[in-house]
């Protein structure tokens, strides 16, 4: 016979989890600023100061490499969306078990 | 995120005993046992819930549901795959629709012609205005993309209409196709359920991405510079062509892997039931005409304070009559073994240590109302509803064969004392002699003479209240015989009006 997991204490991990991925989330929006702005600077130095392919080879690199940032970061935001999700279905079966089962999320 | 639905789509007054038992809406049966997000999911446990099933397809239902039960953090990610999804109601019955109808441009000569000498046109037409024409002659070539695009219009649109804005589902409903692909099973159903996914020889939840990402090609028409990609290359057509494509692969498989889907999250949420609830029991189906019970309680009464009583009784040309004071608990008891009744045969598990029935089907009077609309009183529709369970309990075409076991709560209340008493012998003689069973609860005493000349098919069952120290004293617990305790008068000089001694003497 299965016994009734601890949905408290599965909500509160999943809440520890999912907060965590929502910092990292936000410290990466910062360095995808960051990362833009270099971009810019980097292209325009290049263009500048480097033959036309050594111009194109680093606007293509820059370009790529800031399109993985922003599907990193898409990433760990359906992550952290998904731990969250987590949290409040266990949440809900918490509440169930105590029937609140009025208790929608 | 969405809400967990309580069913009140399904809500239907005409059905033998959905809207007796609670089975949908707030509060419902439904509501507790439901953790599916996808339309197609409830709609499948709303199904099973409504329509008893036969007793192999039962078993096959538990023993997947006990193989989910014990995967509890896979069908914790699922759900929250579930959770993620926005679905707009009638979606899934469009993109179906879609599914039926002819394809929009394989078929047509022009169309698929369109679709490269358009954009051949376009590079000589612009290769022209840089080197020869003037722009207004390089023009003239983008007329037949005009055309080809009017020519279809029609087509484009329905087929838009159909599967507009559902890419965003369609992802969703991958990512939960591919938490079911990924996932080994045991039971007999579920592997075939996860069989059934691969039925198009791709994996079922990567031929939705496809369908998914082709219609969000296709919703890139509500983009207003859309007509620099259709005087191109026909953008329309192409997508068209796409769709169609897909359509042509995968049409037989679509409607089975959303079949499966359904299924998965409707024994999911069994299986969920399950887990929850280790102390309710797996209810057995028998080939005898009897059914016995132990310890069956109501499912959405709290454990703490719901009563559970025991039930044997035969289910050929039987009824127990249920006497009772007011607020006894004898509708309670009438739910109580109409949804555990529902569950048992829907393959869930049941709130009772043990459950023993044969195949049945449940018809309830219980909640009959007046309707103006319909011009009809309350004691008519009442008749009404008596009539359908008469007709259904005498003529088993109406059942498929399956037996009625029938839950009659204050049968014919509308009307004056005698006439009641009158119908309601009547009609529990005329049900017997049908070989109807079922439980009948009522406050005309008198009916408990009956059991003396029913040769043991009648049975006299009591829920008795007692009073003490001016409190009534519930137990809710089924004891044999008539009522003996009246409790009315005392509730309603609690309720103000006043009911002198003499008045009850008299």
New interface residues.
Partial sequence: ?????DYATRASQFEHESERKQRRYERLAWMRLLAFILLVAGVILAWREALWWGGLSVTVAGIAGFAALIRRHGRLQEQA??LQ??Q???E??AR??A?N??S?? | ?T??G?GATFIDVGHPYSYDLDLFG??SLF??VNRGHTSIGQARLAEWLQNPVDTASILHRQAAAEEL??L?DWQ??L???G??LKETPGQIARLSQWLQQPPVVVGHPWRQLALWAAPVLFVVAVGLWIFVWPWYMAFWLLLPAGLWLRQALDDVQRLHLQTGQVSDTLRHYADLLRQIEGQPFSSERMKELREQLHTGGTPASEAIRQLAYRVSQLDVRYNMFVFLLEFSVVWDLQQAYRLDKWKARYRESLPQWFEALAEVEALVSIG?L???H?GWSWPQVHDASQIEAIALGHP?I?AAKRVSNDLVMPTYGHIQLLTGSNMAGKSTWLRTVGTNMVLALAGAPVCASRLLLPQMQVYTSMRTQDALHESTSSFYAELKRLKFIIEAVEDPTKTAGRPVFFLLDEILKGTNSRDRHTGAKALIRQLMESNGAGIIATHDLELGAMEAVSDGRIENWAIEVAIANGQLVFDYRLKRGVSKSFNATHLMREMGIRISDDMVAE
């Fill in positions: 016979m299965n016994t009734i997991p969306q998904h999700r987590l409040l279905l266990n809900y079966e169930s078990l029937h089962d009025d929608h999320w | 995120m809400a967990i309580d707030p509060f509501q507790k039960a014990a509890t914790h990610e759900r929250a795959y959770a993620a969920n399950r887990l929850n280790p959405l709290a």
